[in-house]
Structures are given as C-alpha cells and as structure tokens.
C-alpha cells in the first residue's frame, strides 16, 4: 500500500484484521510520512465492497486466491487492476510480472482476466 502511494495511486487504503499487522502497518505509514494520505482500517476483506476500487495489491495465501478470485471478478470494474504478491492467481494469466522467488509479484487487469473466463466457460459448454 505504501509503495502504492508512492506511484501515484489514490487511495491507499489497506485492509487488516490481524491487530498487531495493522499497528505496524499504521506506524510504517507514519514513518514514511504518510500519516492521514495513506490508512489501514481493521476490516475483513470478505466483507467490504471493492466496487469502487481500481487497484488491488493482495499478500495472501495460495489457499486464499479461489475464493477472492470470485469475489474480484464479481465486484472490481473492467478498468481494475489486481497485484498479487509472492503467489500467483492460480487460473488467470497475468498482464505482467516482476521480480523473482519470494519477490515477485503478478499484475492483472480485470477486463482481461474477464474475457479468458468468458472464454472458457463457452469452451466448457460446447464439450
């Protein structure tokens, strides 16, 4: 979210239950000199509407990607752009990536992993 910032992104917003991730996300904000433009709320992804989101940048577990697969593709606009740290969306081809290992990252755009999607559901249906 801080590197977010950095590139330009409004708003830096960031999603955290765990209380002790959040402190330290909130202080790293704080230390960057982001106080007030970049904020961590403690909310449960599964439960906020990303309808009005453009980017989203997830660290989360392999087992965590399917089901926020769903919920992206349901609530992000076309123009949306999803950056995925560390672990990749298993069934969408990314757009880009960047970085090796631990470091890397996928970045996909919504209109794009849309279109495959509609692409293999009628592949599916014609068998």
Not at 6 to 13: D, E, S, T
Not at 28 to 38: E, M
Not at 96 to 118: I, N, P, T
Not at 121 to 127: D, F, G, I, M, T
Request: with cysteine.
């Amino acid at each position: 979210v801080l590197e977010a910032h950095k590139q330009g992104l409004r708003p830096a917003l960031g999603y955290e239950l765990n209380p002790w991730l959040l402190c330290l996300a909130n202080y790293r904000a704080w230390k960057a000199g982001y106080h007030g433009s970049v904020s961590f709320l403690k909310k449960d992804l599964w439960k906020v509407n990303l309808s009005d989101c453009h980017n989203v940048i997830v660290f989360l577990a392999p087992s965590v990607k399917p089901p926020l697969a769903t919920k992206l593709l349901a609530e992000l606009p076309d123009d949306a752009r999803v950056v995925s740290g560390r672990f990749p969306f298993p069934c969408w081809t990314p757009s880009s990536s960047l970085g090796q290992g631990l470091e890397q990252c996928w970045a996909y755009d919504m209109k794009e992993v849309r279109r495959e999607a509609k692409s293999r559901a009628q592949e599916k249906s014609q068998l």
